[in-house]
């Protein structure tokens, strides 16, 4: 039986399995469950599979990333360049929103993008797969993000201001009449909708997609390669999304972050404020 | 809820946050951080060296400006210094001119009084000349007795002699 009878047989065998219908091109690790089914480092992998290509990606950003630092040189060349147009295009976009003050914000919302991009175009690769297409991994970076900006305005504003943030900013017996209400709301808002609604968009779409190349997988083999072209434009569709649900993940996540701000017309209104107070006005004025 | 249980493993999000969080915090440190000092770094120098350039491309307008307010002043002076010379050259002509026709009519002058004075003699030398030739006209026709053809001959030798003479 030759590799390509194999190839066809697995396909088939995910395609066909009675108790899980497949959706995706098979990789790696199901080819090896394939093969060797009764094996319990296997099998175990299997379980694992999307740390293990997760982790594939974390490899390669840290040790690209890293590499292209370690060369620390003042005309970049090759890698380092690259690296540096990544960063300096990821800062430019981020304080583009968040003004200066979010470069503090750079690293996590960079990492976040490079990690998400990378982990919706591995599944492109033969015998890869998208991590993201599971709903696991984007939760757990929709947690993430979500605490990460959760600690942003905590550490903006101070507990207090923030939880009274949470309450709405209550005034009157009105406002603290709807303090439970408004806690509600708002931590719903907070911690169950912004990171469901972030996990399950990037989720929806790269599992999606990889369904999309597995329909194209399986009627190029069913039509003897006929619809290649269709298979090429519909990679070209998954690299252009990929791209946009990374970048969605990374403008939203910026967006939330500027949120929880305090705005800087506040700050400035402030500052006059305190400006006025410790030079009053004269009675005369 | 079952589709929850399905889709999310909680083992699975606990490894994949844990994950990040390493990968976050090791290249925060150790690219983000150099890269973006880096850039920092490099954006700083060009800024400072593009500062220098354009103070030093203002020392050297500043300079040119010098130069050509300088060049100028030479040209005015030289200018200046020419028409001077060309004035104290005309003025200089003009008394060498003076000077030379005064010289002429000093010259001229004197000249037409040597002349003068050398007419003067001339015809003093030639009164004294004609008083002897008088005389010796006179002493001779006292002296010989001739006749009158012989006498008419003679006062013609003596005339022709007189204008040889003369």
Redesign the interface.
């Known amino acids: 039986m030759s590799a390509e009878q194999h190839l066809a047989a697995a396909v088939q065998g995910v395609a066909q399995a009675p108790e899980k219908v497949a959706e995706e091109l098979p990789n790696l690790i199901t080819l090896l469950e394939h093969f060797f089914p009764k094996s319990h480092f296997v099998h175990w992998l299997f379980r694992?599979e999307?740390?293990f290509f997760?982790?594939l990606v974390?490899s390669f950003?840290?040790i690209r990333?890293?590499g292209?630092?370690?060369k620390?040189e003042?005309l970049?060349q090759g890698l380092?360049n690259r690296?540096?147009l990544v960063?300096?295009g990821l800062?430019g976009f981020v304080t583009g929103i968040l003004g200066p003050r979010g470069l503090e914000h750079?690293?996590?919302l960079?990492?976040?993008f490079l990690?998400i991009l990378l982990q919706n175009w591995l599944g492109l690769l033969p015998f890869m797969k998208s991590?993201t297409s599971?709903?696991?991994?984007t939760?757990?970076?929709a947690?993430?993000t979500t605490v990460y900006i959760q600690g942003v305005g905590i550490k903006a504003h101070g507990f207090v201001n923030y939880v009274k943030h949470i309450a709405g900013n209550p005034v009157g017996i009105l406002g603290l009449a709807l303090v439970p209400l408004m806690f509600v709301i708002n931590l719903s808002i907070e911690f169950f909708a912004v990171p469901l609604s972030l996990s399950l968009r990037l989720?929806a779409n790269v599992s999606s997609e990889d369904k999309l190349i597995f329909k194209f997988a399986e009627l190029n083999v069913m039509y003897h390669w006929l619809p290649f072209f269709f298979q090429l434009f519909a990679n070209v569709l998954v690299i252009l999304f990929s791209f946009i649900q990374a970048f969605v993940f990374l403008l939203l996540s910026t967006v939330y972050i500027s949120l929880i701000l305090p705005h800087e017309h506040e700050d400035e209104h402030d500052a006059a404020q305190e400006k006025s107070l410790s030079h009053p006005r004269s009675p005369t004025t | 809820m079952e589709y929850f249980q399905e889709?999310?493993?909680l083992g699975?999000?606990?490894?994949?946050?844990i994950?990040?969080?390493?990968?976050?915090f090791?290249?925060?440190k150790?690219?983000?951080?150099?890269?973006?000092s880096?850039?920092k770094?490099?954006r700083e120098?060009f800024e400072s060296e593009w500062g220098g350039i354009e103070k030093t491309k203002q020392d050297v307008a500043a300079l040119q400006k010098d130069y050509q307010s300088h060049l100028q002043k030479i040209e005015e002076e030289a200018r200046a210094k020419m028409q001077e010379a060309i004035l104290e050259g005309r003025q200089l002509a003009r008394e060498i001119q003076e000077k030379a026709r005064l010289e002429s009519q000093a010259s001229f002058e004197k000249a037409k009084a040597n002349i003068e004075l050398e007419v003067q003699k001339a015809k003093i030398s030639l009164r004294e000349e004609v008083a002897n030739l008088s005389i010796r006209v006179a002493e001779k026709i006292l002296t010989e007795k001739m006749d009158s053809a012989s006498q008419e001959k003679k006062a013609l030798e003596i005339l022709g002699e007189l204008e040889r003479t003369l």
Not at chain 2, 30 to 36: E, G, N, Y
């Open positions: 694992w999307n740390i997760s982790l974390l950003i840290v990333s890293i292209a630092a370690r620390n003042f970049p380092q690296w540096e960063f300096e800062s750079v690293p996590f960079g990492t976040l990690y991590p599971t709903w696991s991994t939760i757990a970076l947690l993430i989720f | 889709n999310i493993h699975e999000v606990l490894v994949q946050m994950a990040f969080l390493i990968v976050f090791t290249i925060k150790f690219a983000w951080k150099p890269l973006l880096i850039m770094a490099r120098r």
